[in-house]
T-cell receptor, first 113, second 116 residues
Framework: EAQVTQNPRYLITVTGKKLTVTCSQNMNHEYMSWYRQDPGLGLRQIYYSMNVEVTDKGDVPEGYKVSRKEKRNFPLILESPSPNQTSLYFC????????????FGPGTRLLVL | AQTVTQSQPEMSVQEAETVTLSCTYDTSESDYYLFWYKQPPSRQMILVIRQEAYKQQNATENRFSVNFQKAAKSFSLKISDSQLGDAAMYFCAYRTDQGGSEKLVFGKGTKLTVNP
C-alpha cells in the first residue's frame, strides 16, 4: 500500500530535550516536506526536499533541522524544543513530475512542556 | 510572496444541499496549481480536487467541482448533494515553484458543518 508513515504519532516532551520525528514514504517520490498545523493558521511549511541531499527552508524553519540521506526518509529534528513548537506536524511526499498531489502522513501531535 | 485567503472561517449546510467555499490567492505567476484538501476529525489530509492554471475547464470530481476564475484569482469549491461525511476542515492551497523552489502555501481553512 502506498503510504507516508510518521513516528511517533503522539509525543509529550520537556523543553530542551532533543527529539526526532521520522517520516518515510514507499512511493519513490522525489519531493518531501514537513508542515506544522496550528489553530487558526492552517498549515505552514517548515522544510522541504526536492531530492536526496537537497533541502530548503519553508516559511517557518526556525528551531528545526532536517536531513535527506535516503530518498524514502525525511526526519524532522528539534534540537532544543520549546513550548511554541507544540503543534500538529505533517510529513508529505509527491513526485516532482507531474507535480501536484501530495500524499500526507497521519500527523504527529507534539506537546512541549 | 504568494498568499491564500479563505474568507469564511466556518460554513454550514443542510444535508443534500449545495455549498460553496471561497478561496482567493495572490500571485504574479502565470502557471501554477491549485488544490482543495479536506481534513476530517481524524486529522488526515485528503486531496479533494486540483486545478492546473493553464486549463480553462473547471475541474470536477463527482460531487465536488471548482469555479476557477484566473483573472480574479479566485478558486471556489462547490459541494453538491452534501453528505454528513463531508463535514471537515477544508483547506485551499497554491503550489509555487518561484525561484526554482517548490512550495505549497495553504489558506487558514474553512470548517464545514453538515446538518442532518
Amino acid at each position: 500500500e502506498a503510504q507516508v508513515t510518521q513516528n511517533p504519532r503522539y509525543l509529550i516532551t520537556v523543553t530542551g530535550k532533543k527529539l526526532t520525528v521520522t517520516c518515510s514514504q514507499n512511493m519513490n517520490h522525489e519531493y518531501m516536506s514537513w508542515y506544522r498545523q496550528d489553530p487558526g493558521l492552517g498549515l505552514r511549511q517548515i522544510y522541504y526536499s526536492m531530492n536526496v541531499e537537497v533541502t530548503d527552508k519553508g516559511d517557518v524553519p526556525e528551531g528545526y533541522k532536517v536531513s535527506r540521506k535516503e530518498k524514502r526518509n525525511f526526519p524532522l529534528i528539534l534540537e532544543s524544543p520549546s513550548p511554541n513548537q507544540t503543534s500538529l506536524y505533517f510529513c508529505a511526499s509527491s513526485p516532482l513530475e507531474p507535480w501536484g498531489t501530495q500524499y500526507f502522513g497521519p500527523g504527529t501531535r507534539l506537546l512541549v512542556l | 510572496a504568494q498568499t491564500v485567503t479563505q474568507s469564511q472561517p466556518e460554513m454550514s449546510v443542510q444535508e443534500a444541499e449545495t455549498v460553496t467555499l471561497s478561496c482567493t490567492y495572490d500571485t504574479s505567476e502565470s502557471d501554477y496549481y491549485l488544490f482543495w484538501y479536506k481534513q476530517p476529525p481524524s486529522r488526515q489530509m485528503i486531496l479533494v480536487i486540483r486545478q492546473e492554471a493553464y486549463k480553462q475547464q473547471n475541474a470536477t470530481e463527482n460531487r465536488f467541482s471548482v469555479n476557477f476564475q484566473k483573472a480574479a484569482k479566485s478558486f471556489s469549491l462547490k459541494i453538491s448533494d452534501s453528505q454528513l461525511g463531508d463535514a471537515a476542515m477544508y483547506f485551499c492551497a497554491y503550489r509555487t515553484d518561484q525561484g526554482g523552489s517548490e512550495k505549497l502555501v495553504f489558506g487558514k481553512g474553512t470548517k464545514l458543518t453538515v446538518n442532518p
